[in-house]
């Protein structure tokens, strides 16, 4: 199995999911990622309708990621060697700035309640942006980040999440990471990081 994809290689496939990706404001999507040693590649792809709350996505993630293992571990009693790289999520969301600490109490409470209720949208202050999130079986991760109305892209690379337990660049993100990390340790035999009990995945 091949290890180590180039991170430009992975930046660029993060970034093209992340500006081409699903139309804006229909379903969401997480795929399995494929590494041959030269090429990226989507091996499944799982729609996430708009009617699953986003408090359900690590499920989500976890459940297929799991299957992938399965399935990755499947092939190679019959003889395949599988190259199951990582897991990748492209998401639309809105966003608005939290109020300074200083703001008086009831913007507080309307930007918690806005949060919690999914209704930045009708906010004056909110960004539309699609998301797409990665990470891979080697410790890595990346976000890229593109805004709707300005098209500007924000990326961000996370490294060393094998190193322990740590958050990696909000919730999505770590559930992805940690299925990355559980489908190196039960697909291919890598340790398992110290201070992380045993995985679902196994």
Same mark, same amino acid.
């Given at each position: 199995?091949?290890?180590?994809? %180039? ?20 379903? +969401? ?5 494929? @590494? ?8 499944? @792809? ?7 709350? %986003? ?39 809105? !966003?608005? %700035?939290?109020?300074? @600490? $200083? ?7 309307? @930007?918690?309640? $806005?949060?919690?209720? !999914? ?10 942006? !699609? ?16 805004? !709707? ?41 890598? %340790? ?8 679902? +995945?196994?």
């Amino acid at each position: 199995m091949p290890r180590n994809a %180039p991170a430009p290689a992975i930046q660029g496939f993060v970034d093209r999911h992340a500006i081409g990706g699903p139309d804006w404001n229909g379903p +969401h999507t997480f795929a399995t990622v494929t @590494w041959d040693g030269s090429d990226l590649g989507v091996h499944t @792809w799982v729609s996430i309708t708009t009617d699953v709350h %986003p408090g359900q996505y690590p499920k989500v993630i976890t459940r297929f990621s799991r299957d992938a293992v399965i399935e990755a571990n499947r092939a190679r009693a019959n003889g395949v060697e599988p190259n199951l790289y990582g897991y990748l999520l492209v998401a639309e969301f809105w !966003r608005a %700035p939290e109020p300074r @600490w $200083d703001a008086p109490a009831k913007a507080h409470r309307r @930007w918690d309640a $806005d949060r919690r209720n !999914r209704t930045f949208h009708a906010r004056t202050d909110a960004v539309e942006t !699609r998301i797409a999130m990665f990470a891979d079986i080697d410790g890595r991760a990346w976000m890229t980040e593109l805004e !709707r109305r300005t098209r500007a892209l924000r990326r961000h690379f996370f490294e060393g999440y094998l190193d322990g337990p740590r958050t990696v660049g909000g919730p999505f993100l770590s559930v992805l990471a940690a299925s990355a990390r559980a489908t190196g340790v039960f697909a291919y035999g890598d %340790p398992m990081p110290e201070g992380y009990e045993p995985s679902p +995945h196994a």
